[in-house]
């Protein structure tokens, strides 16, 4: 892979993410696109339920996670050696493990999603996490645009936001308006890629558009990092990670490095992953 900017690096530790542009190469990008298309179908095409019908949670997306277990094309891209050396240059990491891929597709109508940082929701520490955000589309202002707050993973704030369940629409209340910086809202030009640090404050416009704002992840965590808390998380549980123990299982395996087209084995036996988000 051709040298990582120095400047982006530069650009997320100072704001906790960053935007990488032309990262993929647009027929690569739309072949993954289509195949996460047809995972999402698999989870989630029989929840026929009307938008007011559902979860606040599930107003904002239809969340499907550890996608690359069942659909060995995905592997690709969920240990794709470029993105996850980009993550380890960018979080200053050796070796980085799967917390877990999801896609997050919000649907035409879907609300925003609430102002958040990842870390509080996951328990691992230390707070060595980064998450690459790939909009199949682009994203746009209009259709589910993120919005950062800049420098808020450098505050020592670690605030846990029940995004499942509380009903907010309304600023982060956890720091002072007046004292930060205005959310930055950013417009993802197709084939880009954004990380983001997991203590970074961010959320997502609503989509008005008559189009679903197809999004995939892959969250990412430091080798060595060890379950910190012993509230339940599907990661760790599967695999049976006690609290204080490093997350090494075959869960989470190495994202990077490995050698290149070398995928770890899917650990279905282990028991399937959610099928889809929460309907709390
Ligand atoms: O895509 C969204 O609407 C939210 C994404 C998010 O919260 C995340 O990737 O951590």
Known sequence: MAPLDTSLIDTFHQDGFVVIEDFFDLNELDLFGSIVDRAVERRVGSDALPMDSKSLYEQSFQQCMNLWEDNDDLKKLTFSQKLGETAGLLLGSDALRIWHDQALYKESGGRETDPHQDWPLWPMGPARQITAWIPFDGSTLTAGAMGYSP??????????????????????????????????????????????????????????????????????????????????????????????????????????????????????????????????
């Open 151 to 280: 420098g808020s993973h450098r505050l020592g704030l670690a605030k846990f936001s029940d995004i499942t369940r509380e009903i907010r629409d309304q600023p982060y209340p956890y720091f002072d308006h007046s004292e930060m910086a205005d959310v930055v809202w950013v417009e993802a030009p197709v084939g880009s890629v954004v990380f983001h640090h997991s203590l970074t404050v961010h959320q997502a416009k609503p989509n008005v558009t008559d189009r679903v704002r197809r999004v995939y992840c892959i969250i990412y965590f430091e080798d060595g990092c060890v379950r910190s808390r012993p509230f339940p998380h599907q990661s760790l549980d599967r695999q049976g990670t006690q609290e204080g123990e490093p997350i090494r299982g075959r869960v989470t395996p190495i994202a990077w490095p490995r050698p290149l087209d070398d995928f770890p084995e899917s650990p279905l036996d282990l028991g399937s992953p959610p099928t889809t988000g929460f309907r709390g």
